[in-house]
């Protein structure tokens, strides 16, 4: 199933942090999880996603990642623990 959705993925509880968009999230976190594309996230382990917000369009998505991706360190966490505190992996609640 599509989703157009932001997501935010870490390699721990507060640690590395990778903020991306995408219009299938499913299969976005599934080729994350096993290093399917080489890159930031395959570098520094980032498989677990922590936050995502599902959006309508696009472009309402993309202002939202750059809006996340411009924000300090310290919003991202607080936003992360606004609605996942113990920083467990919600990729379950996106293909169930």
Same mark, same amino acid.
């Given at each position: 199933m599509k989703r157009l959705a932001i997501y935010i993925l870490t390699n721990h509880k507060n640690g590395t942090l990778y903020t991306g968009v *995408?219009?299938?999230?499913? &299969?976005r976190i599934y080729e994350h999880k096993n290093? +399917? *594309?080489?890159g930031f996230t395959a570098k520094y382990d980032c498989k677990t996603l922590v936050y995502f917000e599902i959006f309508d369009d696009m472009e309402n998505a +993309?202002? !939202? %990642?750059?809006? +996340? &991706?411009?924000?300090? !360190?310290k919003k991202k966490i607080d936003l992360i623990k606004s609605i996942n505190? %113990?920083?467990n992996d919600l990729y379950d609640n996106i293909t169930s």
């Open positions: *995408t219009s299938n999230l499913p &299969k290093e +399917i *594309t080489k +993309i202002a !939202r %990642e750059k809006q +996340i &991706k411009g924000g300090s !360190r505190p %113990e920083w």
